[in-house]
């Protein structure tokens, strides 16, 4: 199970949907998948790649626009 998945299992703010890219053209097309995994957040910013867990983390907090001070540890 993908972190982002698990990530949503934990927490009700958080949703996850894992997509097959090739099975789904339009959906990569809309989202813009050169590579995978790409990771999209809010429908507002994204990254590629597999990140190690805290990265990961850092990086769903910042392009959600939550401060890490403010989110719980």
């Known amino acids: ?4 998945n698990r990530m949503s299992v934990a927490s ?3 949703s996850a949907r894992t997509i ?4 789904f053209p339009e959906l990569s097309a ?3 998948v050169q590579g995978v995994p790409r990771t999209v957040v809010n ?7 597999a990140l190690p867990e805290p990265q990961f983390v850092q990086a769903i ?3 959600a626009g939550v401060e890490p ?3 719980k540890q």
């Open 43 to 49: 429908e507002q910013g994204a990254f590629v790649g």
């Open 69 to 71: 001070s403010t989110a």
């Open 61 to 63: 907090l910042q392009l």
């Open 1 to 4: 199970m993908s972190l982002a």
């Open 20 to 23: 097959e890219a090739n099975e």
């Open 12 to 14: 009700p703010w958080v």
């Open 30 to 32: 809309r989202f813009g």
